[in-house]
C-alpha cells in the first residue's frame, strides 16, 4: 500500500479508512497487466467488482490485495506498480517522492497518464468550443 506519509492526518485517516490506495493499486496494477481495449469500462468493471466484495465478502476490502483484480493465469511474479507510483497519483508527498526512485514501468505509467489528461482536456475544450 501507498506509504500516505506527509498526508494530513484527518486525510490519510479518510484514505485508508476507504482503502483508496489499495484501490488504486489494485485497479492500476490490473490495466497495467491486462491492457484491456476499453480501459475506461474496465475500470468501471472493476470498480463493480470491488463494490461486490466490499458489502458481499466476510472481510469485504480489508482482504484487497495490489493483484486482486487479476486473474490467476495473468499474475505476474512481482508487483509492477509501486507505492511510490501510488502516492504520486494521489499527490500524497511530494518530499517523501524526491527521496526514492520510480521504476521504468512507473514512469511509462505516469507518462501514459500524463497524455491523456492532456488529451482529454483538449477534447473537452473542442467540444465547448463547437458548443459555443
Not at 494530513?8 to 485517516?13: H, I, V
Request: hydrophobic share 40%.
Amino acid at each position: 500500500m501507498a506509504s500516505l506519509k506527509g498526508v494530513d492526518p484527518e486525510l490519510r485517516k479518510y484514505l485508508k479508512k476507504h482503502k483508496i490506495p489499495d484501490i488504486f493499486e489494485s485497479v492500476i496494477s490490473s490495466i497495467a497487466v491486462l491492457t484491456p481495449d476499453d480501459p475506461y469500462e474496465f475500470i468501471i468493471c472493476k470498480l463493480k467488482e470491488l463494490m461486490v466484495m466490499k458489502t458481499e465478502t466476510v472481510h469485504g476490502l480489508e482482504a484487497l490485495k495490489w493483484d486482486h483484480l487479476i486473474p490467476d493465469s495473468h499474475k505476474p511474479n512481482k508487483q509492477l506498480i509501486s507505492g511510490i507510483f501510488i502516492d504520486s497519483i494521489l499527490v500524497i508527498d511530494d518530499e517523501h517522492l524526491q527521496d526514492k526512485e520510480l521504476t521504468d514501468f512507473d514512469k511509462l505509467i505516469i507518462d501514459v497518464m500524463n497524455v491523456s489528461c492532456r488529451f482529454a482536456a483538449l477534447q473537452q475544450h473542442i467540444i465547448s468550443s463547437s458548443h459555443a
